[in-house]
Nanobody, 129 residues
Framework: QLQLVESGGGLVQPGGDLRLSCAAS????????????IGWFRQAPGKEREGVAC????????YYPLFLQGRFTIIRDDAEKTVYLQMRRLKPEDTAVYYC??????????????????WGQGTQVTVSS
C-alpha cells in the first residue's frame, strides 16, 4: 500500500528557511511516483486545510497560491521517490502541520485537498522567535 512520510518540520525563527521532505513507498510493480500529482498542504489550529503547492505528474508543472508570494518551492525527485517543499522567509502565520499527498492521474494539478487520495501523517512547522 502506498505510504507517504513527511519529515523536516521543527521550530524556526521568522525570516528563516526550512525544507520539508516527503518519502513515498509501497508502490506496486510497474508503478512509479512519476505517474502521480503531488501536493503539499497545511492546517493551522482552528483553520481549514489549505494547499500551498502542487506539481503535476510527467510534465512536472508547478502551481502555487498567490498569497505565498513565491516563498515556497515544490521539488520532486522521482528516482528517490521523494518530494520536497522548500520554504523561505517564513512568517509566524506559516505555522501549521504540513502534509504531502498524491493522486495518480495526468494533466494539470490543483492544490485542492479533495483531489488527493493518499496522505502522509504530517509534520509540524512552528515559526516563532
Amino acid at each position: 500500500q502506498l505510504q507517504l512520510v513527511e519529515s523536516g518540520g521543527g521550530l524556526v525563527q521568522p525570516g528563516g528557511d526550512l525544507r520539508l521532505s516527503c518519502a513515498a513507498s509501497g508502490f506496486t510493480s510497474g508503478d512509479t511516483l512519476d505517474y502521480y500529482h503531488i501536493g503539499w498542504f497545511r492546517q493551522a489550529p482552528g483553520k481549514e486545510r489549505e494547499g500551498v503547492a502542487c506539481i503535476s505528474s510527467t510534465q512536472h508543472t508547478t502551481y502555487y497560491p498567490l498569497f505565498l508570494q513565491g516563498r515556497f518551492t515544490i521539488i520532486r525527485d522521482d528516482a528517490e521517490k521523494t518530494v520536497y517543499l522548500q520554504m523561505r522567509r517564513l512568517k509566524p502565520e506559516d505555522t501549521a502541520v504540513y502534509y504531502c499527498a498524491v493522486q495518480r492521474t495526468w494533466g494539470g494539478c490543483r492544490y485542492v485537498a479533495d483531489d488527493y487520495d493518499h496522505w502522509g501523517q504530517g509534520t509540524q512547522v512552528t515559526v516563532s522567535s
